[in-house]
Each structure stands twice: as C-alpha cells, then as structure tokens.
C-alpha cells in the first residue's frame, strides 16, 4: 500500500472510532438510545396505545359482568310453554326422527310429565350411540346416551351462570323456581346475546317473530303482519279479513283456537302452539300436503 492510502486508511479509522465514541450522544439527537442486548424489552410507558387499549377491554369486561350481575337466569331464560323438549316413552324411531330434526343440538328429555327432566340429549351423542350399535336403533338405549340433567335456580345472576357454564363445560342447564318446578332452560348462548345481541343462524328468517325450524315448518307469532310473512316468505294468504296471522286462524276458524290444536285451509296447516288467553300467541305452519306432527290435535 502507498503512503497515500495508509494516510486515508488511518483517517478512516479515526472517523470511525470518533463515532464509536459519541455513538450514544449521536443516536441521542436522533431519538435513540441504544440497550443491552441481556435487558429485557422496556415496557410501553403509560399513556401509550397498549395499555390504553388493554385498560379498555378490561373496563368494556367489568361492565358487561356489572350488567350481567343484575339480571337473573329468570330474565334470559327460554319458558317452559316454549321450550322444545322430548318425551324419553316416545318409540325409539320416533325419538331419534324428532331429535334429528330439531333445530336445537341439545334437547332435555321428559318422562311421564314436560315437569319431570330426567335428561339431555345431545345430538352428537345420539349419532355416537347409534354408530356404536351399528345402526340397529332396538340396541340403542337412550337413558344412556342422554346427560345427566343440570338444575339452576331462577334467582341465579348470570354473571354467576356463565362463569359456572365455564367451570362444568356445559351449555343448557334446566331452570327450577324455589319449590322445583321447571320453569324452562338456559343455555350458554342465551347469555353471550344477552352481551352481544341476537346471534343469527342459516335457519333465521330476516322478520322478528318468525323463525324457520330444521324440518322446514314456520314458527311465528301471532302478532306477526300477514303482509309482512307473505313479503318475507314469498306466501300469498289474504290480508283482506285480517291484519296479523293469529287473527287469519280466528277469522278463517271462527273460534279462538285451543293450544295443539291443528287447522288445514289456504294450503297451509296451522298448529297452535301457545295461547295467551283469549289470544293466539304462537303458530307453527307447514304446508298442507306434509304429515301432521305427532301430538297435535286436529280440529274437531
């Protein structure tokens, strides 16, 4: 090398051992500063957008667990007069054709009376035990394959309710007032609704009050406009006599329907399913042609 290049060699080595030196000042002016490789990442000081956020989820939870705690299972509850349940005496065909077709994975079972649960009935634990007797639905024993039922107290806040949910792994549990008597079920999703709102499924049919079930029947109540079913079902019965479909029921019957009981007009067959007094409450309709469901009541 010339003496020329080892004058620029050793300049640069100067340059370069200057900036090692008031490397921190330098690195300072520019909003630097340089740490330890053996130190931890400092933590977001407060005010940041971390904790900030962080402080915000945990304040949005409080809230919801405040608001949780001052409602009752009670109060988000499904009532017993809506509550779909099955009756475990049922021939066994019957049973599973019901249970497959209900739109609710988790059904409670009776026996003798809808007031005495003696279980739940999952539908995956229902195709697990028939697939353990290969099909052979006379082997298949459904006081096994059901769950032991979960009672819960009407009084019981829900924010008690869905940390218990959490502890047992469970969704429904069965709702009893002070004396025992069934008052309905509570499930796991009642509650998260009752947190985030109404949680749509694909069998949801965009007009509240009506709902269309697994086997194909239209729940509705009876509130519900004419103009409004026959708009979002694309049905065609006549508004002409009346304005909502329980007063189609009392005006095509001339009566005010008994509960189970079923009618067979404008193509269609009507089944009450609940009556409020001297109301129709709730409706389930299918097309005419289709088998009436066991246990409704035709028209005498």
Known sequence: MTAA???VAALLALCCAIAFLWRDALLG??????APLNQPAEKPRNGSAEPKAEAGRDSR??????ELAELEVSDVMIHRTNMRSLNADLPIEALIREALQ???TRLPLWRGTTENIVGVL???DLLSGLIEVQNDISRLDIARVAAKPWFVPDTTPLSDQINAFIRRKAHMAIVVDEYGEVE???TLEDIIEEIVGEIADERDVD?????KEADGSIVVDGSVPIRDLNRALGWDLPDDEATTIAGLVIHETQSIPEERQAFTFLGKRFIVMKRDKNRIARLRIRPAAEIVP???????
Do not use: F, T
Not at 294 to 300: D, E
């Open 122 to 124: 999952h539908a995956k």
């Open 184 to 186: 309905g079920v509570v």
């Open 61 to 66: 939870k409080a809230r919801a667990m405040q």
């Open 29 to 34: 002016r520019l909003g630097y500063r340089l």
């Open 294 to 300: 066991a246990g409704a009541r035709p028209a005498g």
């Open 5 to 7: 290049g080892w004058i």
């Open 207 to 211: 007009l509240p009050g009506v709902r």
């Open 102 to 104: 209900s739109p609710d």
